[in-house]
């Protein structure tokens, strides 16, 4: 936008001189006369400037070629659709050009082909089917798709994915219910249980909810249960395979203030062990299987599972072990177990658990992450 001053200026290099009233301000304040400019004018005389009226905001200026730049076009002209260019032959129809090869999009971003082929003696021809689709993005998705209510999460989450014009995924934020639960977990409470060692438990169910509590206190309802040897240097066992069905975070470094992943794609089993004598007693404890798997190995000092990360770090025997030691001859050294000062330590009649789990989260290429898995627990 220019300023007055410099339209004077272009006037002024043009070479022209144009008479301007001067109009100034009195002492009192008032100011010179100022044509009437209804007075009548020779015509062959230029109109005399007028300056506008001191408000503190100057009006709007004309930016020449009849534009008004006072106010801006809303108007959004990169907006506007691009042009594809002609439709893509339709297969069967004639063409021109023989042995011409042209491509129209599909599937995923992909490409296929036809190509015009002579019909006759004649010059002309017509366009092929179309070929395979080939080229298409890998795990991509048909532009415009839009799919609602995809499951997402392990709380029974929704979420919406819309496919953009580059064959990928955009997708929303994974929203699950209120109060929501993970499908086959138990909390238990000891809220009015006035044993030791019962509770009051509730189940989360396939929608996520909970259960009521029950009404009466109980000992945890452990799956997996296994009644130790009561005599010395007989051994007790059981199989407890790893499975990408039970998954969940696991454990490492020194108990009691262990570590707990982030992640909880571990393949995971938790056992009862129970010293079913009138004494107390250690055990020297292994996981073997026929194909070897990289695992870790804890316990805890009671037969309630961990129900948060505070409880999971609170493991027993100063280490969460992930190898086998030699004592315990494991058919590879990739399995762990727990002896010496890393055993578990059970009163008469007392429980105590035992925690297994992957080194390495499922799926981790290169490496076994599930497979049959058998504890065994000597008596000491």
Not at 31 to 55: F, I, R, Y
Not at 348 to 376: D, Q, R
């Amino acid at each position: 936008m220019r300023s007055l001053k410099a339209g004077i200026c272009l006037f002024a290099s043009c070479g022209l001189f144009i008479a301007l009233p001067l109009v100034g301000c009195s002492a009192d304040g008032g100011s010179g006369a100022v044509p009437d400019p209804t007075a009548e004018q020779d015509p062959n005389e230029p109109a005399p400037a007028v300056l506008p009226p001191s408000t503190g905001t100057p009006p709007p200026q004309n930016n020449g070629g009849g534009n008004d730049a006072g106010a801006k076009d809303s108007g959004k002209p990169d907006s506007a659709p691009v042009d594809a260019g002609p439709p893509p032959p339709v297969a069967g129809s004639a063409c021109t050009k023989l042995n011409e090869v042209k491509q129209k999009q599909c599937g995923a971003c992909g490409t296929q082909e036809t190509v015009c082929l002579a019909e006759g003696a004649g010059p002309n021809g017509k366009w092929s089917d179309y070929g395979a689709c080939t080229n298409e993005i890998p795990d991509g998705c048909i532009p415009g798709t839009v799919e609602r209510d995809v499951a997402c999460g392990d709380k029974c989450g929704k979420q919406t994915r819309t496919c953009t014009q580059y064959c990928l995924w955009n997708t929303t934020a994974c929203v699950e219910p209120a109060n929501a639960c993970v499908p086959n977990a138990t909390e238990y409470s000891t809220a009015g249980c006035g044993t030791p060692g019962t509770y009051r438990s509730r189940d989360c169910g396939a929608t996520c909810a909970w259960s009521n509590f029950t009404a009466t206190c109980n000992p945890p309802n452990n799956a997996n249960k296994l009644d130790l040897n009561p005599t010395v240097g007989g051994e007790a066992s059981g199989q407890w395979d790893l499975t990408d069905t039970q998954m969940g975070p696991k454990v490492s470094g020194t108990c009691p203030n262990a570590t707990v992943s982030s992640g909880k794609n571990y393949p995971y089993q938790i056992v009862e062990i129970h010293n079913t004598t009138g004494a107390a007693h250690t055990y020297d404890c292994k996981i073997d299987g026929p194909t070897p798997i990289d695992t870790l190995m804890t316990w805890y000092s009671t037969n309630l599972p961990p129900q948060d990360d505070a409880a999971r770090k609170a493991c027993g025997g100063g280490s969460v072990n992930d190898f086998c030691p030699a004592a315990l001859s494991c058919s590879s050294s990739d399995w762990s177990g727990l002896t010496g000062t890393a055993s578990p330590s059970i009163p008469a009649g007392g429980y105590a658990l035992i925690f297994y789990s992957t080194y390495y989260a499922h799926p981790t290429a290169g490496e076994t992450t599930t497979g049959a898995v058998t504890l065994s627990c000597k008596t000491k």
